[in-house]
Antibody
Framework: QVQLQESGPGLVKPSQTLSLTCTVSGGSISGGSYYWTWIRQSAGKGLEYIGRISTSGTTNYNPSFKSRVTISKNTSKNQFSLNVNSVTAADTAVYYC????????????????????WGQGTLVTVSS | DIVVTQSPDSLAVSLGERATINCKSGQSVFSDSHKKDYLAWYQQKPGQPPKLLIYWASTRESGVPDRFSGSGSGTDFTLTISSLQPEDVAIYYCQQYSASATPSFGQGTSLEIK
């Protein structure tokens, strides 16, 4: 059974970079037809998809984050990571990592599916 | 982006009674090529991450009690809990995964016991 666990600083100063890591156990981030994703939840914006990385390392980001977000992976550690730069108070949220299936049609990757499972989440506060 | 709107924002239902939560997508989430609706439902309890209940609008995730059911197609969907149990008190979210790269969630519906 795949489990995900977020880790990283709980407090980040404005204008700095938020860095989180998701450690995956019970399965390989290099195997299967899955995307590895980041989602955040805040009082102001609710649940918000941030971006994903595929098993091959291809990334895709929510345009609303413009160019502030980078997702990468470390296959040897079975981890993937999130960096959000130039943070403001609006980036204060609970950050979740989650797995999503690759939906295929006619054998070809078509869409990203639902999110399951999720990590427990980690609260990141942006404040000086 | 596809805007997803849930109604009501909060709901109070007596134990054993039916609870119905609605979800409306700003665009159809039905895939003509796949013949499926790209919509999921989640349950979130305090201090916990969202838990997947239903995907493909009506397919129940393994282990989810059969009192939970999903219905609808295109832009209008419903999550029904046929007989409310105390452990069903939670916030429920719908989520579309139809857009090319940007999934989106509804604002959530808070369910409590009357």
């Amino acid at each position: 059974q795949v489990q995900l666990q977020e880790s990283g600083p709980g407090l980040v100063k404005p204008s700095q970079t938020l860095s989180l890591t998701c450690t995956v156990s019970g399965g390989s981030i290099s195997g299967g037809s899955y995307y590895w994703t980041w989602i955040r939840q805040s009082a102001g914006k609710g649940l918000e998809y941030i971006g994903r990385i595929s098993t091959s390392g291809t990334t895709n980001y929510n345009p609303s984050f413009k160019s502030r977000v980078t997702i990468s992976k470390n296959t040897s550690k079975n981890q993937f990571s999130l960096n959000v730069n130039s943070v403001t108070a609006a980036d204060t949220a609970v950050y979740y990592c989650a797995r999503a299936p690759v939906i295929k049609i006619f054998g070809m990757a078509h869409r990203m599916g639902w999110f399951d499972p999720w990590g427990q989440g980690t609260l990141v506060t942006v404040s000086s | 982006d596809i805007v997803v709107t849930q109604s009501p924002d909060s709901l109070a239902v007596s134990l054993g009674e039916r609870a119905t939560i609605n979800c409306k997508s700003g665009q159809s989430v039905f895939s003509d090529s796949h013949k499926k609706d790209y919509l999921a439902w989640y349950q979130q309890k305090p201090g916990q991450p969202p838990k997947l209940l239903i995907y493909w609008a009506s397919t129940r995730e393994s282990g989810v009690p059969d009192r939970f059911s999903g219905s609808g197609s295109g832009t209008d969907f419903t999550l029904t809990i046929s007989s409310l149990q105390p452990e069903d008190v939670a916030i429920y979210y719908c989520q579309q995964y139809s857009a090319s790269a940007t999934p989106s969630f509804g604002q959530g519906t808070s369910l409590e016991i009357k």
